[in-house]
């Protein structure tokens, strides 16, 4: 459920969405250009850092001639501002992009700006698709270099931009865990028990389960606001895992499956008949979740997911990467590349399948 504008909004409807599109290298085009694609405009005569120079075209993967470059060449007047480097957005766009080798892109201007150390990147974005448009994006960088910023969408910007993120929740991160046991290939899901949208997204977690053996998957509870019981389930959640972590699972999908029930007049005792299926003492759950300690725990975690830029529920964090997996947002077979390809980036066995998700 969405509390305000996805974090990504602002920045993947301006780069043609970093959760939708998909990225190759950034050096050459294998599509065909939009005619009247125009040049960004110059912010300073001088520039400040050297212009990539786009590699020559080769064979393509199918060993055919690739097509026409469809970027304008790259003219150094437009590369005013010494930060980011090109590399630099180059490594940042392939860490959203990467997963889909159909998508390419040109660095096409780093320039100052008013704001003292804010920088504008302009980018050209088209795909290997015959007559496929060319489209200009652009974002602004930070002066500490670490947020891009488009629209009103503020996402962590560099070389690996999702490292901080990755090892916030490696330390931080203290839901009911289930999968591998240790957090090389760390999956968060950030849900609220009142939530629809989450409800319907545990499906899609249930397929990464087997389609990622080697994944250790935490339920980190974010309940907002609008959902009157939601806090309360959270802090059930808390005891019960406190008491024995692999029942908080039949007990979530207690909830979940009763939430219609979630009301003033039947909500307190919906969420004690979910505590019974899941093995455990409805009226020590009820004590537990009332002391200051358990509300602060959940306190806690609604903490820790606005600061690392959770906005919304359900939200997957993969290794660090926030990715909107509610109201069909996002298909699972590009999830699924996406989890894929952040395996591959960090470095990581994601395993085999298992036998009924090969099938």
Same mark, same amino acid.
């Given at each position: 459920?969405?509390?305000?504008?996805?974090?990504?909004?602002?920045?993947?409807?301006?780069?043609?969405?970093?959760?939708?599109?998909?990225?190759?290298?950034?050096?050459?085009?294998?599509?065909?250009?939009?005619?009247?694609?125009?040049?960004p405009k110059a912010a300073a005569p001088a520039p400040a850092?050297?212009?990539?120079?786009?590699?020559?075209?080769?064979?393509?993967?199918?060993?055919?001639?690739?097509? =026409?470059?469809?970027?304008?060449?790259?003219?150094?007047?437009?590369?005013?501002?010494?930060?980011?480097?090109?590399?630099?957005?180059?490594?940042?766009?392939?860490?959203?992009?990467?997963?889909?080798?159909?998508?390419?892109?040109?660095?096409?201007?780093?320039?100052?700006?008013?704001? =003292?150390?804010?920088?504008?990147?302009?980018?050209?974005?088209? &795909?290997?698709?015959?007559? +496929?448009?060319?489209?200009?994006?652009?974002?602004?960088?930070?002066?500490?270099?670490?947020?891009?910023?488009?629209? &009103?969408?503020?996402?962590?910007?560099?070389?690996?931009?999702?490292?901080?993120? !990755?090892?916030?929740?490696?330390? !931080?991160?203290?839901?009911?865990? !289930?999968?591998?046991?240790?957090? &090389?290939?760390?999956?968060?899901?950030?849900?609220?028990?009142?939530?629809?949208?989450?409800?319907?997204?545990?499906?899609?977690? &249930?397929?990464?389960?087997?389609?990622?053996?080697?994944? !250790?998957?935490?339920?980190?509870?974010?309940?907002?606001?609008?959902?009157?019981?939601?806090?309360?389930?959270? +802090?059930?959640?808390?005891?019960?895992?406190?008491?024995?972590?692999?029942?908080?699972?039949?007990?979530?999908?207690?909830?979940?499956?009763?939430?219609?029930?979630?009301?003033?007049?039947?909500?307190?005792?919906?969420?004690?008949?979910?505590?019974?299926?899941?093995?455990?003492?409805?009226?020590?759950?009820?004590?537990?979740?009332?002391?200051?300690?358990?509300?602060?725990?959940?306190?806690?975690?609604?903490?820790?997911?606005?600061?690392?830029?959770?906005?919304?529920?359900?939200?997957?964090?993969?290794?660090?990467?926030?990715?909107?997996?509610?109201?069909?947002?996002?298909?699972?077979?590009?999830?699924?590349?996406?989890?894929?390809?952040?395996?591959?980036?960090?470095?990581?066995?994601?395993?085999?399948?298992?036998?009924?998700?090969?099938?």
């Amino acid at each position: 459920m969405k509390i305000s504008k996805l974090m990504l909004a602002g920045l993947a409807s301006v780069l043609s969405v970093a959760v939708a599109a998909g990225a190759q290298t950034g050096t050459t085009g294998t599509a065909g250009a939009q005619t009247g694609a125009t040049a960004p405009k110059a912010a300073a005569p001088a520039p400040a850092q050297k212009a990539t120079t786009p590699a020559p075209l080769k064979l393509n993967d199918l060993g055919q001639m690739s097509r =026409p470059d469809p970027f304008p060449p790259v003219n150094p007047k437009y590369f005013t501002a010494a930060t980011p480097t090109v590399d630099t957005v180059n490594s940042f766009l392939k860490a959203l992009w990467g997963y889909d080798s159909n998508r390419i892109w040109r660095v096409e201007a780093i320039q100052k700006t008013e704001a =003292p150390g804010v920088s504008k990147v302009v980018v050209f974005v088209s &795909d290997k698709t015959a007559n +496929a448009k060319v489209q200009s994006s652009a974002f602004f960088v930070t002066p500490d270099g670490n947020h891009a910023i488009a629209g &009103d969408g503020v996402i962590p910007f560099g070389a690996n931009p999702f490292a901080e993120i !990755r090892k916030t929740l490696e330390t !931080r991160a203290d839901g009911a865990a !289930r999968g591998a046991a240790g957090k &090389d290939f760390l999956m968060v899901e950030f849900a609220d028990l009142q939530c629809p949208h989450c409800k319907e997204a545990q499906g899609t977690i &249930d397929q990464l389960m087997k389609d990622f053996p080697n994944a !250790r998957f935490v339920f980190q509870s974010f309940p907002l606001t609008q959902h009157p019981f939601a806090f309360k389930a959270a +802090a059930y959640g808390y005891c019960i895992e406190k008491q024995k972590n692999d029942a908080f699972f039949p007990y979530a999908a207690a909830v979940f499956d009763t939430q219609d029930a979630l009301t003033a007049e039947t909500g307190d005792a919906t969420l004690k008949n979910a505590v019974t299926k899941a093995g455990l003492d409805p009226a020590a759950i009820d004590a537990c979740a009332a002391t200051q300690a358990t509300k602060d725990e959940v306190n806690n975690s609604i903490k820790l997911a606005e600061e690392i830029g959770v906005n919304e529920t359900p939200m997957l964090a993969v290794n660090g990467h926030l990715l909107p997996i509610g109201n069909t947002k996002l298909s699972y077979e590009t999830l699924k590349k996406i989890v894929a390809y952040q395996a591959q980036m960090d470095g990581v066995n994601p395993g085999t399948p298992t036998a009924s998700a090969a099938k």
